[in-house]
């Protein structure tokens, strides 16, 4: 029974019967949700946990409501938009672009210019790689990296 019927019908019983379906479901979701976390606590594969940490932790950022300059809310994305683009022209100011001075710090003193490495050391630290671990900021996996790089090492393309 739905609570449009219960406000219809305001029969105390159609409450008392609501209430208790909804507590066994979220008892029933609870139970489901704790039995999956075991699951994966106890899985031997750690993706899968620290997925669910990372989607459990995961919230959604909305802009609040916000005050206009004549005092009233914002009622929409667009008056929220000219309402921060007008607090935010008012709070930078613009800076002359022509005389930007040069930095003359030496923060790169040193190269790395001729870095060579035997095809021993690249095939050593390939077999260190985990196969599951996930791509690096490349993107490119730990199984293409085992397979084929020492191949592309070793007979490099034109």
Known sequence: MSSEQIKT???????????????DLSNVIDNARREYEEYIA????????????????????SVPLLKKTDGNLCNNDQETAEALANHFSQVFSLEPTGDIPVSHDARTA????????????????????????????DNLSA???????????LYPLL
């Open 42 to 61: 106890s899985s031997d594969n750690p993706k899968k946990l620290f997925k669910h940490i990372r989607c459990s932790l995961s919230s959604k950022v």
């Open 9 to 23: 019908t305001k029969r105390h019983d159609d409450f008392v019967n609501h209430r208790r379906f909804a507590n």
């Open 110 to 137: 040193t190269s790395l210019c001729n870095v060579e490495f035997s095809p021993a050391i690249v095939n050593e630290n390939l077999k260190k790689i985990k196969s599951n671990s996930s791509p690096g900021i």
């Open 143 to 153: 199984m293409l990296l085992k397979e084929y790089l020492l191949w592309l090492y």
